[in-house]
């Protein structure tokens, strides 16, 4: 039986997690009965809450799921958190084989060795890429103990985000703004700076802001301080290095403070300061052309003399928020 398809519905219900479920990674299940009947799908919905295979096995009360299959885009955990191990609930209600889409990084994780030792056939591998793409998060937090950086851009076909004078409104369509209320969802916290609030007092609701305003220049009454946990990172409490604050120190901070994912939305200079910690680009492209070199572009850090010498990135998807493109792209690491 090919379960491409069933892991793609994995996916797709884990996502709804997105937002809500951090630290712990995004994880949806199908299961089926032993005729390979779909009959019970869940997904991990709430930090603290049931995962996703004890979500859909506990919806079934008849015993239908003995002797049939459960796929899962995470290897089921096998170890006490906030919640019991799923492994222990997949062997209990007889489940005879698990599809999994890649393996756990967390040491603690050892389900498929568990559920193997209980006698269930384990697949492995199914959809690995996309399975690690859904949980690009959790794997850095995991493996480098750091939060997952991404930045947020919107610019003219000429790479411009604002003229000269400041003027940015509206760069991107209404479609294009409303998908980066989506974005911004997966992210713990997003980060702007003083500059970004003085041009465009903008408002940015989430649940967590991360402002970088080195002098504490920013009025308190503004928009962005309305709503949301507040974490402000100036000369006071960062190091400063160059007259930048150190974003090393900012990022390690955050982190020690439970921020497991930062989404930045800000002008050209922190932008450009953070491409070499960034993790992800989501870069949205008008088609607009603003003619004039004195315009503000959306990565403006340096100066090179060699074309060589530029960073380099693959592209990742493009997307149609009519009349808006989006392109999300990762660094290729030098």
């Known amino acids: 039986m090919q379960y491409n398809d069933l892991m793609k519905k994995c996916i797709t219900l884990a996502r709804q997690g997105e937002g809500f479920v951090s630290p712990n990674p995004l994880v949806g299940c199908v299961v089926l009965d032993r005729n390979g009947n779909e009959i019970s799908t869940g997904y991990h919905s709430k930090y603290g809450e049931n995962h996703a295979e004890r979500d859909a096995l506990l919806k079934l009360t008849n015993g239908e799921e003995k002797g049939g299959t459960l796929i899962v885009n995470l290897e089921p955990c096998s170890h006490y958190g906030k919640t019991p191990p799923c492994t222990d609930i997949i062997i209990e209600r007889g489940i005879k084989r698990v599809v999994i889409g890649m393996r756990d990084c ?8 568990k559920l193997k030792d209980a006698g269930i056939e384990v697949i492995e591998g199914v959809l690995d890429k996309e399975c690690k793409q859904l949980n690009e998060i959790f794997i850095k937090n995991i493996t480098k103990n750091l ?5 947020k851009t919107a610019a003219t076909l000429d790479g411009k985000i604002a003229t000269s004078s400041g003027s940015s409104k509206w760069i991107t369509s209404e479609k294009a703004r409303a998908e980066v209320k989506k974005i911004r969802n997966r992210y713990d916290a997003i980060m702007t700076t003083s500059s ?3 041009a465009d007092n903008p408002s940015m609701e989430h649940r967590k802001k991360i402002i970088l305003d080195r002098e504490l220049i920013t009025d308190r009454t503004t928009k962005i301080y309305q709503s949301g946990e507040i974490h402000i990172f100036s000369k006071n409490n960062t190091p400063v290095i160059d007259n930048k604050l150190d974003l090393t120190f900012i990022f390690n901070k955050a982190y020690e403070e439970g921020i497991k994912s930062i989404l930045i939305e800000s002008g050209g200079h922190l932008n450009g300061s953070a491409l070499k910690y960034a993790d992800k680009i989501y870069h949205f492209i008008a088609p607009k052309i603003t003619g004039d070199n004195n315009s503000r572009s959306c990565f403006d850090f340096r100066h090179i003399d060699n074309i060589n010498d530029s960073l380099k990135f693959r592209f ?3 997307q149609t928020f009519d009349p808006d493109i989006l392109t ?4 290729v690491k030098q």
């Open 106 to 113: 967390n040491p603690k994780v050892n389900g498929v060795q």
């Open 147 to 151: 939060p997952f950086i991404a930045i």
């Open 196 to 198: 970004t609030i003085l």
């Open 316 to 318: 990742d998807s493009i």
């Open 328 to 331: 999300t792209y990762y660094p």
